[in-house]
């Protein structure tokens, strides 16, 4: 009797574990920041955005179901890499370097950046006129990378756009370098703002997936030529964007 018991809890066991797995593997689990608007950003404590939505689309065709994580910019690749997430989608830049570590999907976006500068204050013109100026960015974004470059930029890095916007009014920086999108929101948003744009930096945004998952990335791949064809992909642009 001892040993039927035994068999049959071990029957039971290996039931559950095979459900847990297989409702595991269903599960992908996402990582944000949800700083960046219209990308991703948070509404009501719920994470909505550009990118939300196209990764929500994206699962639905590959069957799958979504967790989403939402985590310091600088923190999601670690995170990727940890096996913590198993995408991330957040205007992430497919750049050579990133690329060492992660596997990116097809480009989903180009965008460039634009320097925001407080009307009462604007010392700054161009993107060639930052030296000499205080400028914020946020850590590890393309601005990050691009104003660090120029010499004799005293350089404010925030943790996230809203803190480097508020650093802004206050006129404890005299401008911001953001990417497009999100500088035309808070533009649009803060009337006192005022936007200048460049053609600096030309990036392209990517889904990232581990540098062993290339399956995975072939497959959002697929999803995402799928969502051009049948037309969602411009739907969710016109919806957030506009005419871009």
Known sequence: MKKLF???????????????LAKENKVLYVGTNAEFQPFEYLEDGKIVGFDVELMEEIAKLMGKEIEWKNIAFDGLLPALQAKKLDVIIAGMTATEE??????????????NQMILINKE???VESFDKLAGHNVGVILGYTGDIAVSAIDGVKVQRYNGAAE????????KVDAVVLDSEP????????KELG??????????????????????????DKAL???????????????????K
């Open 164 to 171: 480097a916007i508020m650093a802004l009014k206050a006129k």
């Open 225 to 243: 030529k799928t969502l051009n064809e049948n037309g969602t992909y411009d739907k969710l642009i016109q919806k957030y964007f506009g005419d």
């Open 121 to 123: 204050n604007p010392v």
């Open 6 to 20: 035994c068999a049959v809890m071990l029957l039971l066991m290996g039931i559950v574990g095979s459900v847990s």
């Open 195 to 220: 936007l200048i744009n460049t053609d600096v930096s030309k990036e392209e945004y990517a889904i990232a997936v581990g540098k062993d998952n290339k399956a995975l990335a072939d497959n959002i």
């Open 98 to 111: 990133r690329k060492k570590f992660v596997n990116f999907s097809e480009t989903y976006y180009t965008s």
């Open 183 to 190: 500088a035309k929101n808070y533009a649009k948003q803060n």
